[in-house]
């Protein structure tokens, strides 16, 4: 039996191969959520820490992008220049 609000995780996104080695417990739907964007961004750009712009979708290292309190994480050059310049004054 699984612990109570565990998710199993299937390496090769196929539900149906309930191989023990396709299988990772994940301990919540947090954990599991994120084993996911890190798989999509490793399959997209060869980086699993890399995070993908909500404005232009390319991923990028976490350093270039910028984030505000509870909003996606973006480039500064893909703002509009009137809300690039608001931010910059701050």
């Known amino acids: 039996p ?8 299937h390496k090769d996104k196929n539900p149906a191969n309930n191989n023990p080695g396709n299988l990772v417990v994940c301990p919540d739907q947090k954990y599991h ?3 996911h964007r890190k ?18 979708k390319q991923y990028d290292d976490p350093k ?4 505000l309190k509870g ?4 480039h ?4 509009s220049p009137r809300t690039r310049a608001k931010l910059e004054s701050k």
Do not use: I
């Open 2 to 9: 699984l612990p109570v609000g565990s998710f199993v995780h």
């Open 33 to 35: 959520s994120e084993l």
């Open 39 to 56: 798989m999509r961004a490793l399959e997209s750009c060869g980086h699993e820490d890399w995070v993908k712009c909500y404005k232009c």
């Open 64 to 67: 270039n992008l910028m984030t």
């Open 71 to 74: 909003c996606q994480p973006y």
């Open 76 to 79: 500064l050059a893909c703002l």
